[in-house]
């Protein structure tokens, strides 16, 4: 099977994550966790040895347990693998395989990689009849027809390619060294203020972004630095690098805003993504979201590709999950940014159109909390989300800590109790926002039981009650006050 080159990490971390949350993983824990850590080291994951997977998954038996255990635990994975993409996953555009480090990679040399991918288009079923072996003879008559074309074809285009273009980062120590696809040493940038592991303990997938930028046939390396040293008091930096390693700018978040009263402006990066050129254009343009590190402005910032800042929004809370994709089909990505509205203390979902990045969003409910000066926010939709029962008595908000775009439809994830990570409802929207659905995790109604049970409190979780969930109210965007209800 033919593997996708060179490694598309966010399409990767993409079908990951879809991959974890389906039926079929549910209960398979320790695969899971094997498969979410590699995830996590994919960009250094031509230099991951065993004993590291080791350590990190089953300290406890770091001793006793050698690389072969690691390869059980991988086999296990492929089976996984293999049931998901025989069920839920068939139709899946891409697929994640694991290829057999005991064997020659794709270029020969000794296979480092411990995950890549497959288009699903170029992945063939197996031989039904004699008439499969009668086309895979043609083909393989046809093939050699053409073999000293492609030969040839395949030698040029191995002169012309650039081979050292930059691929993949790591973080050592207080250094960031950046390799090619081969995992070879391009260059390396020494940072004496170290890195912040908090800032990093999910690897560098979210804070590096490999490209051609500028359109110009180069590629440019951005990466998002936070020192270690006195993290709190330090905003978050993104760097731009040139395929050789110089310094091209540096952009910072955030601003001095006069609601914070004289508060140091703090502000950490969470979220950042690329959109494609514009037509007529070959620029790319970068969004970056970032949010102050002690209160609640939130920003997200549209920049060039020479590090100027084109126009940006600000939002009143914590903005937990971050990401860009086309909702509607139309070739232009939407902006889609969940967490906390401050001025409701209720989940929240905000989703721009990259276009229309300016002005706050509008705190009617709490005027101490607007920012002024900056125009009125035109959001394409603002939507709060219902507090449980249970949220308001133990908590004093609700959180929206993930969305998923696909398929024309938008997924939305609120956790309830902030005590359990789990303790979520999953609301799902269609392409005009209507409610498809809103679901209760079990966790939730396992947190609600026993929540009630000591409190001594005859109140169970009751349908009812679940389908007050339905009122999603629309702040912006919307003809009603709440989300319609979509057809059935």
Known sequence: MKSVEPIDIPTIHDQIEKILRSPSFASKSQVKKLLEFLANNIDCQTTLKPDQVIRELWPEETR???????????????????????????????????????????????????????????????????????????????????ASTCVLAYVLLRLMARTDAPYAGRLDAATLTIVDAEGKELWARSFPDGFWSDYYEKGLATRMWFGDLEGDGHTEVLFLYHPAVSPNSHSSTLICYSDRGKEKW???????????????????????????????????????????LLYYPYQIAVVDAHGKTISEYWHSGQINHFTM????????????????????????????????????????????????????????????????DLNVAVSTYNDAIETVVEHGRVRVVVRECMQLQVCNIAYEFDANFHLISATAYDQFRSAHKEFYLRSKSDHPFTPREEAEFQKVRCLVGCKTEFVQLAAR
């Open 250 to 292: 540096r952009w910072t978040p955030g601003r001095d805003l006069p609601e914070l009263g004289g508060t140091p402006s703090s502000y950490r990066t969470d979220g950042l993504g690329v959109l494609p050129a514009a037509p007529g254009e070959r620029a790319h343009r970068i969004v970056v979201a970032s949010g102050h």
């Open 64 to 146: 006793t347990k050698g690389s072969a255990d690691v390869a059980k635990e991988m086999n296990r994975l492929r089976d996984a693998l293999k049931a998901y993409y025989s069920g839920e996953g068939k139709s899946d555009a891409v697929r994640i395989m694991l290829p057999n480090r005991s064997k020659p990679g794709p270029d020969g040399l000794p296979e480092r990689r411990w995950i890549a991918l497959q288009d699903a288009s170029e992945i063939e079923d197996e031989p039904a009849g004699a008439s499969t072996n009668r086309r895979r003879v043609s083909k393989i008559v046809m093939m050699a027809a053409v």
């Open 325 to 388: 994709a086309d909702l509607d089909g139309d070739g232009k990505q939407e902006i889609f940014a969940s967490g906390i509205s401050n001025g409701y203390d209720q989940a929240t979902l905000v989703v721009l159109d990259p276009d229309r990045v300016f002005g706050a969003s509008t705190e009617t409910a709490r005027p101490d909390l607007q920012f002024h000066g900056m125009g009125v926010a035109q959001e394409r939709i603002r939507l709060l989300f219902p507090r449980s």
